[in-house]
């Protein structure tokens, strides 16, 4: 019986590896990482704290074929809870949210800090498989 | 007086019960309601403005408060069921007997995480997700891909021990019972469990995923069993607090109960032990 189990659990992760391996292969163009490695990404300016020095450095990237852009917020929602940084994937809005110690999480990943919003946006990419961002129903 | 139970101690008929009167809550609305108002306050609670539901000590009465709402929801359709809650310290597998398809259904697919199995299964037509976060409409899970295990028994009695409800700031980056259980710090216990689910848990909207309920349903038992532990500690801060919710201060949305209201869950309820 514990065996079967142990087993079962065996290939289903080999499953989830293999299906993780082909998303990467086509879809990465100028986005490198992993999640693993997105979110051990550190903050290019060399500051992890709330909001110093100008906050975190923006970005313009294709990561696994999605267009994430990360800079200073124009006033609205992200300015005061994104830590006065915005992030958006293809164009729309993903919520962001600055912890007390400086890290991030997102409406995607709620329950996880990442060091800065390039990997929450890399994070909310790898958990989109392709879906699109939609506005919250409120 | 209702009893909550142990979902791996529950009869057929009483996960058949549970199942349809969350499907009947679903078809009616009703349901997504409870998702779009978790929503709301996980977006706008933040570390340094106003925090009611989450990173703050009013973490543990807020989802008291919402439970019971919820649960006198589900007994609105069937006055036999209360909520169930989920020792994710005992039951720690994919193919634990709550992923059964007599209950919550299972794990989602590799190719694109949809769960295909049980009554909440999108082919079943009966749970579309509606209030979202992306375009996606069917329920998600990945077990064990964002965090390999489960918190264990010892980790929970880990946090059981500490004797100070919560300490200043205040949030996320507190000391203390409320924000090692909440698991911004330390060992982490409730935030690994929705990371450790995936999907929809792992967000937002978290309340689209059943478990959702059974999951908090025991952090509320442990919130009981750290009272038992310590009963010469109490909820802090006391008064006069700003941004947080004190123990007799109000509590959105319903401005008309208190931490203060919320201590004593044998009002409302007992649990099987």
């Known amino acids: 019986m514990s065996s079967n189990v142990n087993r079962r659990l065996v290939l289903r992760g080999t499953a989830v590896a293999v299906a993780g391996a082909a998303l990467a292969v086509p879809g990465v163009l100028a986005g490198t990482g992993t999640l693993a490695q997105a979110a051990s990404t550190t903050d290019h300016s060399g500051h992890g704290g709330p909001a110093t020095h100008g906050g975190p450095v923006p970005f313009d990237e294709l990561y696994q074929g999605r267009r994430i852009v990360g800079k200073a917020a124009e006033g609205g929602h992200g300015a005061h809870h994104g830590g006065g940084f915005a992030v958006s994937i293809d164009g729309k809005e993903l919520h962001l949210m600055q912890n007390a110690d400086g890290t991030y999480i997102s409406v995607i990943n709620h329950y996880e800090t990442y060091a800065d919003p390039r990997a929450v946006a890399r994070a909310a990419v790898d958990k989109l498989r392709g879906a699109t961002l939609v506005p919250i129903a409120t | 007086m209702a009893v909550r139970k142990n979902q791996a101690n529950l009869t057929a008929t009483e996960k058949r019960n549970f199942v349809n009167a969350l499907l009947e809550l679903k078809k009616s609305g009703r349901y997504d309601g409870f998702v779009r108002t978790h929503n709301q306050f996980i977006m706008s609670d933040t570390d340094n403005g106003d925090r009611v539901g989450h990173r703050s000590p009013s973490f543990l009465p807020w989802h008291r408060q919402f439970l019971i709402q919820f649960e006198k929801e589900l007994q609105t359709v069937d006055a036999s069921v209360t909520l169930p809650y989920w020792d994710w310290t005992a039951d720690r597998t994919t193919t634990a007997s709550i ?175």
């Open chain 2, 99 to 273: 992923w059964g398809a007599d209950f919550l259904g299972g794990n989602g697919r590799p190719r694109d995480a949809q769960v295909t199995t049980g009554p909440f299964a999108y082919s079943g037509g009966k749970w579309p997700i509606t209030v979202n976060v992306d375009s996606r409409q069917y329920l998600q899970r990945e077990m064990g891909a964002g965090v390999a295990q489960l918190p264990t028994r010892a980790e929970v009695d880990s946090v059981l021990a500490m004797a100070t409800y919560d300490m200043a700031p205040w949030n996320s980056s507190s000391n203390g019972f409320r924000n090692h259980l909440e698991g911004w710090r330390g060992v982490n216990l409730h935030n690994r469990v929705h990371v450790w689910m995936g999907g929809q848990m792992s967000s937002g909207v978290s309340p689209n995923d059943p478990v959702f309920w059974l999951h908090h349903c025991f952090i509320d038992k442990l919130w009981a069993e750290w009272q038992r532990a310590h009963p010469t500690s109490t909820y802090l801060p006391a008064a006069g607090t700003a941004n947080v919710v004190d123990l007799g201060d109000t509590m959105r949305p319903w401005n008309n109960v208190t931490p203060a209201d919320m201590l004593d869950h044998t009002r409302f309820y007992t649990y099987d032990r």
